[in-house]
Nanobody, 124 residues
């Protein structure tokens, strides 16, 4: 079992920045590839960003490329999502997720554990 707790959400004006954190506890954090997804009101949950176990590989949704950066600190059991140039359409609940992988450079494609989410609201 892995427990994930997100933090760092809030209200920000368009063009502003936020950094989300996801603290993991339980099984060895460094055994899991991690990711962020989001769900806006009335919409399905969508992929935002992913990072490999080693941190050497990342992937982003088109909507996040060039504005968001995912990173991880395995010593702190934490994954981050730095969000810059925020837009009102980024408003959503952001979820952290974890998936066991067999390779250090593998990105997850089927997340097993999810956090409770943190609200991000971007005003125009």
């Amino acid at each position: 079992q892995v427990q994930l707790v997100e933090s760092g959400g809030g209200l920000v004006q368009a063009g502003g920045s936020l950094r989300l954190s996801c603290a993991a506890s339980g099984r060895t954090f460094s055994s899991y590839a991690m990711g962020w997804s989001r769900q806006a009101p009335g919409k399905e949950r969508e992929f935002v960003a992913a990072i490999s176990l080693s941190g050497s590989r990342t992937d982003y949704a088109d909507s996040a490329k060039g504005r968001f950066t995912i990173s991880r600190d395995n010593a702190k059991n934490t994954v981050y999502l730095q969000m810059n140039s925020l837009k009102p359409e980024d408003t959503a609940v952001y979820y952290c997720a974890a998936a066991p992988v067999s390779s250090r450079n593998q990105l997850a494609n089927n997340y097993v554990y999810w956090g409770q989410g943190t609200q991000v609201t971007v005003s125009s």
